[in-house]
């Protein structure tokens, strides 16, 4: 079992940066791939970013690369996600999730077995 819980989020304008954090507790999280989704009203939870096992593996939805920066800190059980250049459209409810199995397909939520209550990511124009 792993408990997920996201905080940072906040408002800021368009233009800014916010830090993400999601601490996660249980055993072993080094065996767990991490990653961020995110989902506005109204629409489906997308794929942000995700991180392998290790930390070495990192992987982005076209529309954060270059913005977003995930990293992970197995010794303290945590993971990151730096937004910076935020743009209104990137205004949702930020989630973390965990996943046990597997090394691809990173963008399917269904993939996840754990997840954060998520933290809210304001962006105004």
């Known amino acids: 079992q792993v408990q997920l819980v996201e905080s940072g989020g906040g408002l800021v304008q368009a233009g800014g940066s916010l830090r993400l954090s999601c601490a996660a507790s249980?055993?072993?999280?080094?065996?767990?791939?991490m990653a961020w989704f995110r989902q506005a009203p109204g629409k489906e939870r997308e794929f942000v970013a995700a991180i392998s096992r290790s930390g070495t593996g990192t992987y982005y939805a076209d529309s954060v690369k270059g913005r977003f920066t995930i990293s992970r800190d197995n010794a303290k059980r945590m993971v990151y996600l730096q937004m910076n250049s935020l743009k209104p459209e990137d205004t949702a409810v930020y989630y973390c999730?965990?996943?046990?199995?597997?090394?691809?397909?990173?963008?399917?939520?269904?993939?996840?077995?754990?997840w954060g209550q998520g933290t809210q990511v304001t962006v105004s124009s």
């Open positions: 999730a965990a996943r046990i199995l597997g090394s691809s397909d990173y963008e399917n939520l269904v993939r996840y077995n754990y």
């Open positions: 249980g055993r072993a999280f080094s065996n767990y791939a």
